[in-house]
């Protein structure tokens, strides 16, 4: 059975950092596309970053140059290292993993997904 859980999310003031976490469990991790998506109140989960399998990676226009994306094959986990955050970034942030992701930053194209975690930046 996969099982997706994310840690890490909370509250900062605008400029600060927070990292996210996955842990992953009932599948080759290696094998598949990872993924952080987004989703504010009312609106669709967007994508956010994705690492596919063989560790090439995509960022949201919002949020390159800010957020990086890390898998680790070995502990099955995946990051999301937050710097320079904005309030726009308050949201729910989910991982999720695909076996096989043709557009990486849509979730449509995602199997998996954790319950998500809570992310607030005050300005």
């Known amino acids: 059975q996969v099982q997706l859980m994310e840690s890490g999310g909370g509250s900062v003031q605008a400029g600060g950092s927070l990292r996210l976490s996955c842990a992953a469990s009932?599948?080759?991790?290696?094998?598949?596309?990872l993924g952080w998506f987004r989703q504010y109140p009312g609106q669709e989960r967007e994508g956010v970053a994705a690492?596919?399998?063989?560790?090439?990676?995509s960022y949201d226009d919002s949020v390159k140059g800010r957020f990086i994306i890390s898998k680790d094959n070995a502990k099955n986990t995946l990051d999301l290292q937050m710097y320079s955050l904005k309030p726009e970034d308050t949201a729910v942030y989910y991982c999720?993993?695909?076996?096989?992701?043709?557009?990486?930053?849509?979730?449509?194209?995602?199997?998996?997904w954790g319950q998500g975690t809570q992310v607030t930046v005050s300005s």
């Open positions: 999720a993993a695909g076996r096989y992701v043709a557009s990486a930053l849509d979730r449509y194209e995602y199997n998996f």
């Open positions: 009932g599948y080759n991790h290696r094998d598949f596309c």
């Open positions: 690492i596919n399998s063989d560790g090439s990676v």
